[in-house]
Nanobody, 122 residues
Framework: QVQLVESGGGLVQPGGSLSLSCAAS????????MGWYRQAPGKQRELVAL???????NYADSVKGRFTISRDNAKNTVYLQMNSLKPEDTAVYYC????????????????WGQGTLVTVSS
C-alpha cells in the first residue's frame, strides 16, 4: 500500500521555525512532483510549495523567502522548512504527490497525506 506519512508541525511562537517532512511509503519507482498545501479554518486549501523531480521549485507569494522546500529522491521524502512564521501561517498542512509510480507499474495520479496542524501563536 502506498501512502504519504507526514511528521512535524505543532505550536510555535510568531517568528519561530518549524520543519515538516513527508515520506512516501511503499515500493516507489518514481514521483513526478511533491509538494505542500495548507488549509486554514474557513478557507480553501492552497498551494504552499511544490518541487518536481527535476527543475525549479514553486512557492506561494505569501511564503517566499521564509519557507524552503527540499526533496530526497532516494528516500522519497519531501521537507518543508518554515522560518519567520506568522499567525496567518496557522493551518493544517498537507503533503501531496503527483504521478507516483510503483515498481509494479501502477501509477497514482495524486496522493495526499493525512495532514499535520501548524499553529503559530504567542
Amino acid at each position: 500500500q502506498v501512502q504519504l506519512v507526514e511528521s512535524g508541525g505543532g505550536l510555535v511562537q510568531p517568528g519561530g521555525s518549524l520543519s515538516l517532512s513527508c515520506a512516501a511509503s511503499g515500493r516507489i519507482f518514481s514521483i513526478k512532483a511533491m509538494g505542500w498545501y495548507r488549509q486554514a479554518p474557513g478557507k480553501q486549501r492552497e498551494l504552499v510549495a511544490l518541487i518536481p523531480s527535476s527543475g525549479s521549485t514553486n512557492y506561494a507569494d505569501s511564503v517566499k523567502g521564509r519557507f524552503t522546500i527540499s526533496r530526497d529522491n532516494a528516500k522519497n521524502t519531501v521537507y518543508l522548512q518554515m522560518n519567520s512564521l506568522k499567525p496567518e501561517d496557522t493551518a493544517v498542512y498537507y503533503c501531496n504527490a503527483v504521478d507516483l509510480r510503483v515498481v509494479t507499474g501502477i501509477k497514482y495520479r495524486e496522493l495526499w497525506g493525512q495532514g499535520t496542524l501548524v499553529t503559530v501563536s504567542s
